[in-house]
């Protein structure tokens, strides 16, 4: 059984460019949560996501940033006009239900030049 | 004042000792998290908990509702358990964490 995959991996952009970054959930698991940990801080939440809802985005800047589930394929964290302020190591995590463990992707590490 | 507060914030030890680490927090919580990040920057959560005591090896997590404190014990500390181990409070399903305990274990 998979863990959660995200890729890619390491993402270079320049600035003004848009940045996708993707998660593919554990099998089985229906609900994805994106956390943002920029340079030297902590882990911020994003979004939390079930398949073609978004149930919780109060963690995402109002500007630039979407994120979606489709029914099929992968969470898409979606960021546009990027900044060097977005350099960050992004995780999304899944879990089986709201309120059980969520397993933790490797993480994209954005660099915007 | 965070909601989450961690300590120590670093914690340095010899291999063998048995190590503590602590997380306040001042919310009202469906349950809490232990998570620890390699030097690599991957994620492993540890412990989920909503009462009472969990133990996986050489880990143990409790966490006091009432008092609104968790602990996280590694027993018999190896080098290998260097890393940063992060707390987090799990609210509307939304997770805030801890700034994190970075732990180095010496040989």
């Known amino acids: 059984n998979a863990g959660v995959m995200q890729n890619p991996r390491h993402l270079v952009r320049r600035r003004g460019q848009e940045a996708r970054l993707r998660c593919s959930p554990m099998?089985?698991?229906?609900?994805v949560y994106w956390y943002r940990q920029l340079p030297e801080e902590g882990l911020k939440f994003m979004v939390y996501?079930?398949?073609?809802?978004?149930?919780?985005e109060s963690g995402m800047p109002k500007e630039r940033f979407s994120a979606e589930f489709p029914k099929e394929g992968p969470s898409i964290l979606r960021i546009q006009q990027v900044v060097r302020g977005d350099s960050a190591a992004y995780f999304c995590?899944?879990?089986?239900?709201?309120?059980?463990?969520?397993?933790f992707g490797p993480g994209t590490r954005l660099l915007v030049l | 004042k965070n909601e989450v507060e961690q300590s120590p914030q670093n914690l340095t030890a010899q291999e063998g000792e048995f190590i503590t680490i602590n997380c306040s927090y001042s919310?009202?919580?469906?349950?809490l998290h232990w998570l620890q990040q390699h030097p690599g920057g991957g994620i492993v959560s540890l412990f989920m908990?909503?009462?009472g005591k969990k133990k996986h090896g050489r880990l143990i997590a409790t966490i006091n509702i009432q008092e609104k404190h968790s602990s996280l014990h590694i027993t018999a500390s190896h080098p290998r358990d260097s890393a940063v181990y992060i707390c987090?409070?799990?609210?509307?399903?939304?997770?805030?964490f801890g700034s994190g305990t970075q732990l180095t274990v010496l040989p």
């Open positions: 996501l079930q398949k073609e809802n978004i149930i919780d």
């Open positions: 987090a409070v799990e609210t509307a399903r939304q997770l805030t």
């Open positions: 908990l909503s009462s």
């Open positions: 995590a899944s879990s089986r239900q709201g309120g059980e463990t969520q397993y």
């Open positions: 919310v009202g919580i469906s349950a």
């Open positions: 099998k089985g698991h229906s609900h």
